[in-house]
């Protein structure tokens, strides 16, 4: 599922091969994941125009528009993709989104596309149709992001109320970009119990998360996305601990399923 390393991924796609290109059409024919512009709306919008820059806060990501035009919104959902297509359908850039069992071309899934003057396409491709296209998405009602939270504003974010640390960092208003996979990881190199309260956590347990933070993140954005976190061998019945063996737990924080160690991230 998109976190922050896959939506800086698709990030990466567009501004190597979307921005620049004059737009000549539009394909806002989904009224869910296009919500809740109707159909025309966004291409009367944007024909003609050109994505100029591609930014990312946390797993949001927008686009700016030539000639003072609308910021054109893109959320990924759960399984959305950005791919970019050459006129004859043949794949210019899209991630790893081919290496996980899609056929290259197979494009039945894109529920928004652009269409460039050469013929070109970007495409939101969606299977679960989780994403969301929309102008003007209000980027203002997002934290700091993840990867350039100064160390002031994450104690803050971990300094105020009683609620479970696992809750508090998938809390995008307090901090952006930390997922359901991203969060597990973080306490699990912190060895801090996902059920903490905020409210207990010492300074040296704040120290560890943020150095944790800034680890988990760095790394899979290097290596390619979430699914190369080595917390991840916590997860499922036969799930074990990567450190010292131990047969893992889990319970429910901030509404997501949530592994972790019972040894080193005791309550």
Not at 164 to 173: E, G, S, T
Not at 187 to 192: E, G, H, I, M, N
Not at 223 to 251: A, F, M, N, Q, W
């Amino acid at each position: 599922m998109p976190e922050l390393p896959e939506v800086e991924n698709a990030r990466t796609v567009i501004a190597r091969a979307g921005l620049h290109r004059r737009i000549v059409d539009v394909d806002d024919h989904d009224t869910w994941v296009c919500r809740p512009h109707p159909p025309g709306q966004i291409r009367a919008a944007l024909v003609d125009r050109e994505l100029t820059v591609a930014h990312r806060r946390g797993k949001s990501m927008w686009c700016e528009t030539s000639e003072d035009g609308p910021v054109l919104g893109i959320h990924l959902g759960m399984s959305g993709k950005i791919v970019v297509a050459d006129a004859d359908g043949t794949e210019v850039d899209g991630g790893d989104y081919w290496e996980r069992g899609r056929a290259a071309g197979d494009y039945r899934y894109a529920r928004f596309a652009l269409t460039f003057a050469d013929g070109g396409r970007l495409m939101l491709v969606d299977p679960r149709r989780l994403g969301r296209i929309r102008l003007d998405p209000p980027i203002e009602e997002l934290g700091p992001d993840a990867t350039a939270i100064t160390p002031e504003q994450f104690r803050a974010m971990l300094g105020r109320g009683t609620a479970p640390v696992k809750a508090r960092l998938l809390d995008q208003h307090a901090v952006a970009g930390i997922g359901n996979l991203l969060a597990d990881d973080i306490l699990w190199r912190a060895k801090v119990h996902p059920g903490r309260p905020v409210d207990e956590l010492t300074t040296d347990d704040v120290s560890a998360l943020l150095r944790a933070t800034r680890y988990a993140i760095r790394t899979s954005v290097r290596d390619g996305g979430v699914h190369t976190l080595g917390s991840l061998k916590l997860r499922g019945p036969d799930g074990r601990c990567p450190r010292d063996g131990s047969p893992s737990e889990h319970g429910v924080y901030g509404g997501r399923t949530t592994w972790f160690c019972p040894v080193d991230q005791r309550r």
